[in-house]
């Protein structure tokens, strides 16, 4: 553990400073070049930060003893190949606690065709549009916060969602007076992410996903550019289908049968709704969003009977930030995550108080831009509430006590430092 | 009273210097081989915000801006966007996989011989600025 922890330090310390000797070279940089006769352009990212913590872990990180493992990068490439063609790839690898472990993945790999301004078809890897900010979460530098608001956009479980190996249709649609609507109809499957709290949710409560967690994406994003100016409202849906073979490892949740059976998890179609507004007014920045998940997985080969686990949830975050100058920027966020069925309930005994299965973090955020392109981020947390342990978002078991002595306390006070570069 | 105060306060700190820019401010050029004389606010907008690639007549066009907050009049005025939330959006478009960044430019000197030399190239200047070579556009 102490060599892991080493090591990490290691590779963070390399990164900064090899961040740190680019940023005034990559503030000014553009890396657009030309191949075949067509422009292409270039751009990336990279993100380094610090979490500490009061007390419990988050994210999988050590929070509690300061963590600097928090770090992930991409890099894009783009061209468009004629007037209606287009193509692009970007590269993203993270190494956040145990989430990520430096994996690279194609973020999206994609060609795309506007046939009319109302219609074109993108296919490949492609990101999804869900709410706001799914198809960009990775990109803080877009942003004030160092880290998203979790209940709706958890960084663990990243992977859900945000992006499918399939096709999209999109367009715009002009309305007149009225504004303009953007739609966009997507299908296809989930790409695989196996260090990511997908994975890790089952693992920690003793079934283990050896197989890959295959999963179908059918959805639809609908978002209207108001004719107030800055204003623009939206809804999302999608629906997925999952379906993995979980042996047990040994181990089981206080109140269930140890070992665990061996289970093959069946869920969908699961169903998740988002509604969105942002409102952009001069240097005022409001935004706002909501989620429900209906989500249902049929646990078979469960030894008493028929077992479906309800894992339906709700989740909402409003923010707004200030932007002082050029340099300077302030904001803060509440968001709020419900577990509607924690796991708690299915054991025996009596049944738990429901009213403490949320997370609930008020955040407040400084951002700072040391130059184009190079921003700090410092950021405070205080989060009530951990949520379902046994299908953790954000407070994993495995860094915080065992599946049967979980350590978790009941208020998490974080503060997060995030450095970032892009270009 | 007290609501009426702090609404004075929000627009003030949201920047109601916006309010005093107009369409006036900014001439939208194009080259001279784009058949339009003429395009709607909204298309202009459609354009710069990378969901329409032409123009109501059929001219294929593609927008060249202002780098950094040089095209800050021309950003709120048509786009309803500050410099700086529409270089937040152009980069949202890359790290989405849903657009590219068009072409930037340091100065207007540049953005004139750039939209002159380029075929469909359309791009703005401020209305004080000398235009030979290529063709403004009338906006409806």
């Not at chain 1, 961040?19 to 075949?36: G, T």
């Not at chain 1, 296919?123 to 916060?145: E, H, I, M």
């Not at chain 1, 952009?280 to 028929?306: C, I, K, M, S």
């Not at chain 2, 339009?36 to 202009?44: D, G, Q």
Request: include cysteine; hydrophobic fraction near 40%; charged fraction near 20%.
């Amino acid at each position: 553990m102490n060599d892991q922890k080493d090591e990490q330090m290691r590779v963070n310390t390399i990164v900064i400073a090899a961040a740190l000797s680019l940023a005034p070279a990559l503030s000014q940089a553009q890396f657009d070049f030309r191949a075949a006769g067509r422009e292409v352009q270039v751009h990336g990212f990279l993100s380094q930060g610090l979490g500490y913590s009061n007390q419990n872990n988050f994210l999988t990180m050590n929070t509690s003893q300061g963590s600097a493992a928090m770090t992930d990068f991409g890099v894009n490439v783009t061209s468009q190949l004629t007037d209606n063609l287009r193509a692009g790839a970007q590269l993203y690898a993270r190494n956040v606690g145990q989430l990520g472990r430096w994996r690279p993945l194609f973020d999206y790999a994609y060609v795309d065709y506007r046939f009319k301004s109302w219609l074109g078809v993108r296919a490949g890897r492609v990101k999804t549009q869900l709410g706001l900010y799914t198809s960009t979460q990775d990109a803080d530098f877009l942003r004030p916060w160092a880290l998203l608001p979790q209940a709706v956009y958890p960084t663990d479980l990243r992977s859900t969602n945000i992006a499918h190996d399939g096709v999209d249709l999109y367009g715009a649609i002009p309305l007149g007076r009225a504004g303009s609507l953007d739609y966009t109809a997507y299908a296809g499957v989930r790409p695989d992410d196996k260090y990511s709290g997908l994975y890790y949710q089952f693992e920690d409560v003793g079934w283990t996903a050896h197989d890959q967690i295959s999963a179908s994406m059918t959805g639809a994003d609908l978002r209207w550019n108001t004719p107030l100016s800055g204003l623009t409202v939206g809804a999302s849906q999608i629906f997925q289908k999952e379906r993995t073979a979980l042996p047990s490892t040994g181990i089981a949740p206080p109140g269930f049968p140890a070992p665990l059976p061996d289970i093959e998890a069946v869920a969908g179609p699961d169903r998740t709704f988002a509604g969105y507004a942002d409102y952009a007014l001069g240097r005022l920045h409001f935004a706002a969003e909501y989620r429900r998940n209906l989500d249902y997985v049929d646990l078979q080969g469960w030894p008493t009977g028929r077992y479906v686990r309800n894992l339906s949830e709700r989740a909402w975050f409003v923010s707004a930030s200030y932007r002082v100058n050029q340099r300077v920027e302030f904001g803060a966020y509440n968001s709020r995550y419900y577990v509607d069925h924690p796991a708690a309930l299915d054991a025996p005994g009596p049944p738990p108080d429901q009213s403490a299965y949320h997370i609930f973090d008020q955040a407040v955020t400084l951002r700072v831009d040391l130059a184009h392109f190079w921003n700090v981020k410092l950021e405070g947390h205080f989060i009530d509430g951990v949520g379902d342990p046994f299908s953790p978002h954000g407070f994993y078991l495995r860094v915080n006590g065992t599946n049967l002595d979980p350590s978790l306390k009941p208020t998490t006070n974080l503060v997060v430092i995030r450095m970032g570069w892009d270009f | 009273m007290k609501q009426l105060r702090t609404l004075c306060i929000i627009i003030v700190l949201a920047g109601g210097a916006a309010a005093t820019l107009t369409c006036a401010d900014v001439k939208v050029i194009a080259n001279p081989d784009v058949g339009a004389v003429s395009a709607t606010s909204a298309e202009i907008k459609a354009i710069f915000l990378e969901t329409k690639y032409a123009l109501s007549d059929g001219s294929r066009v593609q927008p060249v801006i202002l780098k950094g907050s040089a095209c800050e009049a021309f950003a709120r005025i048509y786009l309803g966007k500050s410099a700086r939330g529409l270089e937040t959006y152009y980069r949202g478009l890359v790290f989405s996989g849903t657009g590219l960044i068009p072409k930037m430019l340091d100065s207007e000197s540049e953005i004139i011989a750039y939209v002159a030399r380029t075929k469909g190239a359309i791009g703005y200047v401020s209305s004080t600025t000398a235009t030979n070579g290529v063709k403004v556009l009338g906006v409806k």
